[in-house]
């Protein structure tokens, strides 16, 4: 059984900075992708950004240039370094893991809100 729990969400000013992180833990396979989801208050669940074990990413066009993912594969940890924080990034953030193959697994955190607002 895996879990995902992410950390780090919180109220930040427009311009300001945040780093969210996502432990998981549990049978995780070594080749994976971890990625970051955002869901605002009646808009649907979008992709923010998202990585695989081999290090490879991709970005939503709306956050490219200010936020960064990244992961430790050791600790099986993913972050997202958000900076130039808008208020459109206002959301609950959701950290996904998805692995395997012929079964293919999908797990999501819980969420944590992140709110960028003067």
């Known amino acids: 059984q895996v879990q995902l729990v992410e950390s780090g969400g919180g109220l930040v000013q427009p311009g300001g900075s945040l780093r969210l992180s996502c432990a998981a833990s549990?049978?995780?396979?070594?080749?994976?992708?971890m990625s970051w989801y955002r869901q605002a208050p009646g808009k649907q669940r979008e992709l923010v950004a998202g990585i695989t074990s081999g290090g490879s990413t991709n970005y939503a066009d709306s956050v490219k240039g200010r936020f960064t993912i990244s992961r430790d594969n050791a600790k099986n940890t993913v972050y997202l370094q958000m900076s130039s924080l808008k208020p459109e990034d206002t959301a609950v953030y959701y950290c996904n893991l998805a692995m395997g193959f012929l079964n293919r697994k999908i797990y999501w955190g819980q969420g944590t809100q992140v709110t960028v607002s003067s």
């Open positions: 549990g049978s995780i396979f070594s080749i994976n992708t």
